[in-house]
């Protein structure tokens, strides 16, 4: 079974009929995912105005990304949760949609940063990561977060 | 002139027929309003998770709050700027949108809620503000602030489903 074949038989089967005939199925799990992005927002922006320079400086970011990381991993769970029940819901549509694409990629990239670099610069002792790395890091975390917002609120355009 | 008449009369000056007739600068306001979100929202749930002793409890509130409340505000201020040029470009049909009023009312709900916190329990904020949890009439604001932000949210989504439901 192709992809395509997939997303088909995933938006046509029996419970996505069912769901899709609803008023309001689509509208409340789309209206969770934007407060997802609320919560994922507050947490990316607590580390990354830290690192910045323009956050909580009086904390060590160590601390701060400590804390954030429980949020911003709940905000994940409500944002994929959510996210895979509005994909379902079109599957075939988001299939044909570069932005769709664009999004997954900068999603993966921005989870497999924030895992890997992201963490370990924010977690390091202060005094041995350069001010021009931290905030290096920073800007690629926002930047990828960025795109896969971005690329949300364009899925959803006429 | 009543607020109905007026809103049409707004509907038909040239810069809201341009802003509704234009396609990619209406959208480009309305990602920048529905992406704000994250700055304008997200950074307020961060300060009121704190005020409910949920987050950053080891962080002293006046911190978190000084630190925050400008990034806050400055989310909040590019919401009211796009915010008011959606409304401009389709002023009755907001203006009849049941769920924009709800809006309306839920958000001058928050900005009381964060102006009735900042004259009283902030004032005391010394006696406070290393709680990890701090008291009662603290995490009432901020329950309240999660509530008014979670149906700003709500209603701001449902206009888009107004004419769908009800028209």
Redesign the interface.
């Known amino acids: 079974m192709s992809l395509l074949e997939f997303c088909r038989w995933l938006q046509y089967s029996a419970p996505l009929h069912t769901l899709r005939e609803s008023p309001v199925f689509f509208p409340v799990v789309a209206t969770i995912h934007l407060m997802g992005l609320a919560l994922i927002g507050g947490s990316v922006l607590l580390v990354d105005l830290r690192l910045l320079g323009w956050g909580l400086q009086g904390q060590p970011a160590a601390r701060i990304a400590d804390d954030a990381e429980r949020w911003l991993r709940r905000g994940l769970v409500v944002m994929v949760s959510t996210g895979i029940l509005l994909f379902m819901c079109f599957a075939t549509k988001y299939y044909y949609l570069t932005f769709f694409w664009v999004k997954m990629a900068a999603l993966v990239a921005v989870v497999v940063f924030t895992r890997s670099v992201h963490r370990r610069v924010a977690m390091a002792n202060e005094a041995e990561v350069s001010p021009f790395r931290r905030r290096f890091v920073a800007l690629v975390s926002l930047f990828l977060w960025t795109t896969v917002a971005v690329g949300g609120r364009y899925i959803g355009f006429p | 002139m009543d607020l109905f008449r007026f809103f049409e009369w707004l509907g038909t000056t040239s810069w809201s027929v341009a802003l509704h007739e234009s396609r990619y600068v209406f959208?480009f306001v309305?990602?920048l309003h529905?992406?704000t979100?994250?700055?304008f929202?997200?950074?307020?749930?961060?300060i009121d998770?704190r005020l409910l002793g949920k987050?950053?409890t080891?962080?002293p509130v006046s911190?978190?709050v000084t630190?925050?409340v400008p990034?806050s505000q400055a989310g909040f201020f590019v919401m009211v700027v796009t915010g008011t040029l959606l409304f401009y470009a389709a002023p009755l049909t907001r203006y009849e949108n049941v769920f924009f009023r709800l809006k309306m009312v839920a958000l001058a709900m928050a900005v009381m809620n964060a102006w009735l916190f900042r004259r009283t329990a902030w004032r005391r904020v010394a006696e406070w503000d290393l709680d990890p949890v701090p008291p009662r009439r603290v995490r009432v604001a901020g329950a309240l602030s999660l509530t008014l932000?979670?149906t700003i949210?709500?209603t701001g989504?449902?206009m888009?489903?107004s004419d769908?439901?009800f028209g």
């Open positions: 959208l309305l990602m529905v992406l979100v994250s700055v929202v997200g950074t307020a749930v961060m998770l987050a950053m080891h962080v911190q978190v630190r925050l990034w932000l979670a949210i709500t989504r449902m888009a489903y769908y439901w």
